[in-house]
């Protein structure tokens, strides 16, 4: 069992959130004032992936589960292949993470250094000491809403007056690549892949199954390129910010029959081509054990997820059908064209971390190729 190197005296930390409710604790991660829209994770493991996960950019990341830190944080290494060994992205997207009860002490076969010294390294704030069952009901009642970080002493973050508001910041903007990347170059078949704020899991789980991935901006026009499947990832923020990358797809999807499958963005991005309108969940789902169900079958799944918007399947187009139901309030998980190749889902089937019962969408994706 390891303890962290550089422990000090944690400063006094102030959650402020936008209906003026005030919550307490302490730092033990960077001490910087920050804002951004206060969500809970209530996963019981898996915080070196949810930190790095795109998808949080802009967001305070509450866990609910009351003790983390205990398995510490595996080494920020890279793979031949240009992708992040253990981690989903190439940093710490999430703006800020809050726990119950931080452990100072860590132990694990792969641990490199402590979440408090990531955090710090990363320039991210971590507060401890918070009661997150109430702020998580808090949330469950009134809904995920915008908070302030205050730190005794600490300076403000340089952030933009738009960080006040989540909902006006076009977020996958600022997540998705600038430029093209290939992976498993000289592939047979080749998967155009759109970056809305890609989790790494997803290009290992394509790259694994042979196939040459294509990373694109969000915005690109692919239109043009030789590709033999679409794969439209997730990321983070509305979707209804995304026009450019709707209006892409609504022209491939008249050129031509290919392949095309989503996740978690991709999911809502497919069905605004598809003629539905998106709409902000009160709390949105953010865990590994959202139960889903296969339409047309008794076939559950358990799922991982971590998304903020859903797709109206009510509006979708006459073509169009949906292809899984959240069992526990019934939004739509998915959607599917009822005569081409495209369909998709809202939870992760590539699930890193979280439960892999789904990952059968990427070989039915293959599949059809």
């Not at 952030?159 to 996958?172: F, I, K, L, M, T």
């Amino acid at each position: 069992m390891r303890k962290e190197k550089h422990r000090r005296n944690m400063k006094k930390v102030t959650l402020v959130l936008q209906d003026g409710t005030e919550f307490h604790g302490e730092s033990f991660g960077y001490e910087q004032n920050v804002a951004g829209e206060v969500v809970f994770n209530t996963a019981m493991t898996g915080y070196p992936e949810s930190l790095t996960d795109p998808s949080y950019a802009g967001q305070i990341m509450v866990l609910t589960y009351p003790l983390v830190g205990n398995y510490g944080v595996p080494p920020f290494s890279f793979g031949a292949d240009g992708l992040p060994t253990f981690m989903e992205s190439d940093r710490i997207y999430a703006t800020a993470l809050i726990v119950a009860d931080y452990s100072t002490h860590y132990s694990h076969w792969n641990a490199h250094e402590s979440l408090a010294d990531w955090l710090r390294r990363e320039h991210v704030p971590g507060v401890t000491g918070i009661d997150t069952r109430q702020l998580t009901k808090v949330l469950r009642e009134h809904g995920v809403m915008m908070g302030r970080i205050v730190i005794e002493g600490a300076a403000p973050a340089e952030q933009s007056a738009d960080a006040q508001d989540y909902g006006a910041v076009n977020w996958v903007e600022r997540v998705s690549c600038k430029d093209i990347i290939r992976y498993n170059e000289g592939a047979g078949r080749r998967v155009v892949l759109v970056d809305c704020g890609v989790k790494s899991n997803i290009i290992r789980c394509l790259v694994s199954r042979g196939v040459e991935v294509v990373r694109v901006p969000w915005n690109y026009d692919y239109t043009g390129m030789s590709f033999d499947g679409l794969f439209l990832a997730n990321g983070p923020g509305d979707p209804d910010m995304c026009v450019d990358a709707v209006e892409v797809l609504r022209r491939q999807m008249s050129l031509s029959r290919k392949p095309i499958c989503g996740i978690c963005m991709g999911n809502q991005l497919l069905g605004k081509a598809g003629g539905a309108t998106i709409y902000k969940l009160k709390y949105g789902h953010r865990s590994h054990n959202q139960p889903v169900r296969e339409v047309g079958t008794n076939r559950c799944y358990v799922t991982s997820q971590n998304h903020g918007y859903a797709v109206d399947a009510a509006t979708l187009g006459s073509e169009w059908r949906e292809l899984f139901v959240n069992m526990n309030d019934g939004s739509n998980e998915g959607i599917r064209h009822q005569t081409n190749p495209w369909f998709s889902s809202q939870f992760h089937p590539e699930a890193c971390s979280g439960p892999v019962d789904t990952e059968f969408m990427f070989d039915r994706f293959i599949e059809s190729l």
